[in-house]
């Protein structure tokens, strides 16, 4: 190798370098690591890439939104002469600012709020120049995205801010909503870059899912709800007629609560656990026409494409009138299979790879850091902002978290991205 050569090039080595794949790390713009360390993930999730990809290659003048800003970024490191290198996305950033103000200042900002904006603003925008017609894609979509958000949980938790350790503020942002309903079928494009580094787009059918949205509205899906989007169905059992009323939502992502030495498969098992409605808790009965103890799970009915997992490791504790981080080790494997579908489930043998984690490093919510590990062609990375480092794969046990309930700084996985084998 020549002496311009990387040091990232030089362990992963010339014959095993991916052809067509950068490693390209992401500046820090004072306290932007919470939206490097998503976009890195995200980009590394390879059908959501291919749909940004295809969308720039389909829209060659779009008007500035933050979907056209991502393009762009996506596009600059996927068409980059070098291998390896960093990237300034100052672009995407200041759009980011403009749409969103919670984000446009050096406070600190959490991951997952910032990931929960951006899927669902980014689905606001196709929908809204999908509405406006064949115009070229030169739609404005309302400011800061206003639109209901697709990430559901099963019970509904307030999400503390965090990151950066460039900054002592402390900010609290929190999305929480209704995800849309969505129908039909689409065609999915595919985006190729061909060796002169523009882009072409080639287009096959694929079926899409069915789901009831909170709007009652019926609209065919976006390329995000084909990603993203997974059914969750909640079976109420009254206890005194035994009837079994069930009611559908859609989610972009699983928010699970995190225990002590545990595993991910242990979370969304707690996740559907049986919770008994009693006391000024009872369930409304339309069989018996009146309140009564029942019975209540939630459980999988459509697995998404790539299944996004929020461990709540930020926790209110009012001993101490602030959140806390919940550092608990919780082991995530390489290969996932959920176990908590419905017994209707669509496809409930769906085999998931871990695809990317992004990682909060830091003693508690109101400081610390992101940092992001990703896998690449069976080699696996970490993105530290605009430093790109290959790990091997038992590193990853590092970030599970730690044994003891001692407050200590620790790494530890808080978004983990899986990807459907089947989609690969």
Known sequence: ???????????????????????????????????????????FCK???????????????????????????????????KKVGSIAPKKFITRLRKEKEEFDNYMQQDAHEFLNFLINHINEIILAERNAGP???????????????????????KSSSTSNSNSNSNSTTNSNGNSSNSTGSLNATTSVLDAS???TATTTPIISGNGTGTNGANSEPTWVHEIFQGILTSETRCLNCETVSSKDENFFDLQVDVDQNTSITHCLRCFSNTETLCSDNKFKCDNCCSYQEAQKRMRVKKLP?????????????????????????VVFPLELRLFNTSDDAVNPDRLYD???????????????????????HGLWLLFDDDMVDKIEASTIEDFYGLTSDIHKSSETGYILFYQSRDCT
């Open 197 to 199: 580094g523009s882009l």
């Open 135 to 157: 115009s070229n894609g030169n739609t404005k979509t309302t400011p800061g995205g206003g639109a209901t958000s697709a990430m559901a949980s099963s019970t509904a938790s």
């Open 1 to 43: 190798m020549g002496a311009n050569v990387s040091q990232l090039e030089r362990e992963i080595g010339s014959d095993l370098f991916p052809p067509n794949e950068h490693y390209f790390g992401l500046v820090n713009f004072g306290n932007t690591c919470y939206s490097n360390s998503v976009l890195q993930a995200l980009y």
């Open 305 to 329: 494409m790539i299944l996004a997992l929020h461990l709540k490791r930020f926790k209110y504790m009012e001993q101490f009138n602030r959140h806390i981080k919940v550092s608990h080790r």
């Open 354 to 376: 871990l695809t990317a984690v992004v990682i909060h490093c830091g003693s508690g919510p109101n400081r610390g850091h992101y940092i992001s590990i990703v896998k690449s």
């Open 47 to 81: 059908p959501f890439r291919e749909k940004v990809l295809e969308y720039k290659a389909k829209n060659k003048r779009p008007k500035e939104t933050l979907l056209s800003c991502l393009a762009d970024l996506f596009y600059s490191i996927a068409t980059q002469k």
